[in-house]
């Protein structure tokens, strides 16, 4: 007759990618962020179901993107965000009562792992987004970097962003969040990366997925207790982590679904999958982790 753990408000929450129709079509088909009709009645009100949760904006193709103000490097097409697309994501945001979440380019102007990022085109879209006060709950920064960036280096321009975000937001009360390093499970690169960045986020991301998309027998598996035990195992050795390392910054699962290569159809966007999610929510939440977001997709819950 007691809670084992509580979450927070937005602990349910969800990810918009920037995956383009070419890439593992149709699986991603007019699911890119620039792509989606933020306008659109429907999405608002199925996204509003969520609320208060996060809407994280981010994926592999983040660390391409490009914001279209001010001077900055060419942009790859597909991946330029003009501002009209950024006013028009945080509307969305604002329509349907959720929190975005938005994953900045920690790749721009990098020659190499050890090496610093160009904070220009970065600082350009903070420069824009609070003169305009385009609502932002979090800024993320780098996707599953931690074989391309020394772990000292991100945290030095985790420090950066901070210092920006602060000169920003003067008011404490309105500020962004800084989120991070959304790494695959990687206990030592998040160890390097909080003894030096943990005072300044405010919550720390990593991803998990259990299995193979392109695994024959994923359907067989993934409700074994074996496939179920997996989120939790990773949520609490990645939690525990965080909580001797940085104890005041939040512990958040940034990406998650049944399987990674996309999932797999009739599997993981299946009813089926419906009982994994629920044993994923359940799981991480008593690892007293505060947010668990899942993938959106045509092979996706």
């Keep these: 007759n007691r809670s084992s753990d509580l979450t927070g408000d937005g602990y349910v929450s969800f990810n918009f990618d ?5 890439e593992e079509s149709p699986a991603w088909f007019n699911s890119s962020v620039l792509v989606l009709n933020m306008k659109n009645p429907q999405l608002i009100y199925l996204a509003s179901q969520l609320s ?7 994926g592999s193709e983040g660390d391409v993107a490009i ?18 697309k950024w ?19 920690a790749m721009y102007g990098r020659p190499n792992k050890t090496s610093h990022f160009d904070p220009s085109n970065t600082r350009s879209l903070l420069e824009y987004t609070a003169k305009n006060k385009i609502p932002v709950y979090g800024f993320e920064f780098g996707n599953e970097l931690q074989s391309k960036i020394d772990a000292s280096y991100m945290a030095d321009d985790y420090i950066t962003i901070r210092q920006m975000i602060n000169e920003l937001w003067p008011d404490s009360t309105t500020r962004p969040w800084l989120i991070g390093p959304d790494e695959n499970p990687n206990s030592e690169f ?7 960045a943990g005072p300044v986020l405010n919550a720390s991301t990593y991803h998990i997925y259990p299995g193979y998309g392109l695994d024959p027998h994923l359907s067989e598996q993934i409700l074994t207790a074996n496939y179920l035990d997996k989120e939790g195992s990773q949520a609490g050795s990645l939690g525990k982590v965080i909580s001797q390392v940085a104890p005041n910054v939040e512990g958040w699962v940034g990406e998650t679904a049944a399987a990674w290569h996309s999932g797999q159809d009739g599997t993981t966007n299946a009813f089926l999958s419906g009982f994994w999610y629920l044993d994923a929510l359940s799981s991480v939440a008593s690892q007293n982790q505060k947010a668990l977001q899942t993938d959106i997709g045509r092979r996706q819950l």
């Design 52 to 58: 208060p949760g996060h809407l994280r904006v981010g």
């Design 87 to 105: 006013k028009e994501l945080g509307e969305f945001c604002q329509a349907a009562k959720i929190r975005l979440v938005f994953g900045l380019n």
């Design 67 to 84: 914001y279209d103000v001010g001077n900055h490097l060419p942009c790859k097409p597909g991946f330029c965000m003009s501002m009209d």
């Design 18 to 22: 920037w995956h383009l129709n070419s």
């Design 190 to 196: 998040l160890k390097e990366l909080l003894e030096k």
